[in-house]
């Protein structure tokens, strides 16, 4: 029988948990799959681009996961203490495995990434098991707003020692693209789409060219040349200032990836299960969540996402967007809800509060829309489906009403 490979059994068989990590609200993926990446690096046996710490092969592993079967370590292979000798790596993001492998490919080779794809379909989260798997760290990244400047993409100044001695490298504030370029690793730009086009441009040359001027400092220290291992990847969200208002010229230098929403609703579902119940257990409470309550959660989501339920009926769908994200956050917030107030004993009894406020972001016609899925959808199932009974029930939880308190 292979041997258990949880990271809890691991981690556990290793040491105590550092203080400082288990303190973390979030620990970022470098942290939370540190057994793993170490495990994939010592048995990694197949060829790498320059500058990468795992191989593409075994980047897939760690992303799309091993279906269950365990990678085993060979004979030839000594292992950090404690780490087992065969590992099963869980999927952690649920998409067609050959999209992940045309994202690993563009990375090696002369283009940046775009992520691009309506909101919570985890471009982020891709971005961050990429970086980590490749370049083992997700912490070089920048985070595109509106006041995002170019310094932002390049480098700035400690400015009392620049007016104290006058340029020179040591008063030089790197971007994390520049430190990325220094050292060889990926950088994220997140929501890049969000900055200014001019703004964005700046990234025309570090892409082609490789290479970032700094006409401050003179001969050497004038240029940062990207070494084996640097590349960009970028995130836009469809939902914002959209991709068609990049330049032309930056788009060229990009290879674009659309990230779509789960297409299997069993998928959804488990995948919905098992992230609700890992964001419980960082928070502190063990408890597991409620199957009913998934199952007409993921519906819900799906049929307002889409616009038609898998029966064939249409529906308008909202503005706001059904994201698997949200389906996570809703689960794990009625399933707290539940063990901190003991008296909410039935979950689906709290999903239409929390439907209301996913869906009333911005645009109060949504309320008309959530309801007439209530008289359309939920009404029809709820003649031969008790669980749909009780959704139909609770109705009026949708309505506006005048509060007396
Ligand atoms: N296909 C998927 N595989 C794994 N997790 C997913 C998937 N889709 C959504 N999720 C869940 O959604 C969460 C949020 O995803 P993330 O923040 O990466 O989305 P995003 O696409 O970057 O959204 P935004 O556009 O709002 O920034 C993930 O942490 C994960 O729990
Ligand atoms: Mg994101």
């Not at 288990?22 to 540190?34: G, I, K, L, N």
């Not at 030089?172 to 001019?198: F, H, Q, W």
């Not at 290479?211 to 084996?228: C, D, H, N, T, W």
């Amino acid at each position: 029988m292979p041997k258990k490979t949880t990271k809890r059994s691991t981690a556990t068989q290793r040491k105590e948990p550092d203080p400082i990590i288990a303190t973390r609200q979030q620990p970022p993926a470098e942290e939370r799959y540190a057994d793993q990446i170490t495990f994939l690096r010592a048995i990694d046996s197949s060829p790498k681009p320059a500058g990468w710490l795992l191989s593409p092969e075994r980047v897939v592993d760690f992303i799309c996961g091993t279906h269950g079967e365990s990678l085993r370590a060979p004979a030839s292979v000594s292992l950090p203490d404690g780490l087992p000798k065969s590992m099963a790596i869980e999927a952690k993001f649920v998409g067609p495995r050959a999209l992940v492998e045309r994202c690993i490919v563009t990375l090696a080779g002369e283009r940046g990434l775009l992520l691009v794809g309506q909101p919570g379909t985890a471009k982020s989260m891709l971005g961050e098991l990429l970086t980590t798997a490749i370049s083992g760290s997700s912490a070089l990244t920048v985070q595109g707003t509106a006041g995002a400047s170019e310094d932002h993409f390049r480098y700035g100044w400690n400015y009392a020692m620049l007016l104290d001695k006058g340029p020179r490298p040591e008063a030089l504030v790197a971007s994390p693209i520049m430190t990325g370029m220094k050292t060889g690793k990926l950088v994220r730009i997140e929501e890049i789409t969000r900055c200014l086009p001019e703004v964005q441009d700046a990234l025309i040359s570090i892409l082609s060219e490789r290479r970032l001027m700094i006409p401050e400092l003179e001969g050497e220290g004038g240029s940062v040349f990207a070494a084996p291992g640097f590349n960009l990847i970028a995130t836009a969200n469809l939902r914002d200032r959209g991709v068609s208002e990049m330049s032309a010229a930056l788009k060229r230098r990009f290879n674009f990836e659309t990230v779509h929403p789960i297409a299997e609703a069993a998928q959804e579902v488990e995948l919905v299960r098992s992230r609700a119940k890992a964001m419980l257990t960082e928070s502190g409470t063990h408890e597991e969540i409620d199957a009913k309550l998934l199952d007409i959660l993921v519906t819900t989501f799906r049929d307002l996402r889409e616009g038609r339920t898998e029966e064939g009926w249409s529906i308008e769908r909202p503005a706001a967007v059904m994201s698997t994200a949200e389906a996570v956050t809703v689960a794990a917030a009625i399933t707290r809800q539940g063990v901190y107030f003991s008296s909410r004993k039935d979950p689906v009894s709290l999903l239409p509060g929390y439907l209301l406020g996913v869906v009333l972001k911005d645009n109060q016609e949504d309320r008309d829309r959530l309801l007439a899925y209530w008289d359309g959808p939920v009404r029809r199932r709820s003649e031969s489906n008790a669980l749909w009974k009780r959704m139909y029930q609770l109705r009026e939880n949708l309505e506006e009403v005048d509060q007396d308190f």
